[in-house]
């Protein structure tokens, strides 16, 4: 696995090498030794599994308020999205840009998302697959939100927005005196 840094503090792309033959291919989707300094040898607590069914449908922007925040390792096994990170930690150098990767089931590349920081994706294909891997538990008494259109980001999707939840739909704009996420 070859970990890349990107240019916000902490988030980073793995890329995997997958092994292939005439049978298919074999790929590590995690290794602990590997992997540990990016996730900082916190424990992966929750594997979550997502199925965006319709091409240009968003989820997210969505992040875990202390003291449940959360490090994600995420991974597309099928399909393609363009995966999203913003941090939103208060005193950060990098505090509210974003990166955008893509992600495919043939690049077989993952982006680990820091605690504080927000994260989500807009389907590329139809029929997609995500896996994420959490280094803390869904606390639906912690979660947050972001609108993905929040004009303070100015996220470039690369698609316009097919399907979005409610939900997702009404996070607030982050306002301008927004001083971040306290870890």
Avoid at 7 to 18: E, K, Q, R, S, Y
Avoid at 30 to 52: A, M, W, Y
Avoid at 73 to 84: H, P, W, Y
Wanted: glycine share 10%.
């Amino acid at each position: 696995m070859k970990v890349t840094p990107l240019g916000l503090d902490g988030a980073c792309v793995i890329d995997t090498t997958p092994r292939v033959d005439q049978r298919g291919t074999f790929s590590r989707l995690f290794c602990d030794r590997e992997l540990r300094e990016v996730h900082h040898g916190k424990p992966i607590v929750q594997i979550n599994h997502s199925l965006t069914l319709k091409r240009g449908a968003l989820r997210g922007l969505h992040f875990q308020r202390s003291p449940a925040v959360e490090g994600k390792l995420v991974r597309c096994l099928a399909g393609a999205i363009f995966d999203v990170v913003v941090d939103l930690r208060r005193g950060s150098g990098t505090f509210l840009q974003w990166h955008g990767e893509h992600l495919s089931g043939q690049n077989a590349r993952m982006l680990y998302i820091p605690e504080g920081c927000a994260h989500g994706f807009q389907a590329l294909e139809a029929n997609v697959e995500v896996l994420y891997l959490h280094t803390g538990k869904y606390s639906p008494s912690h979660e947050g939100g972001v609108r993905h259109d929040d004009p303070l980001l100015g996220i470039d999707w690369p698609l316009p927005v097919t399907d979005l939840s409610d939900r997702d739909g009404s996070h607030p704009l982050l306002k301008s005196d927004f001083a971040g996420l306290v870890l």
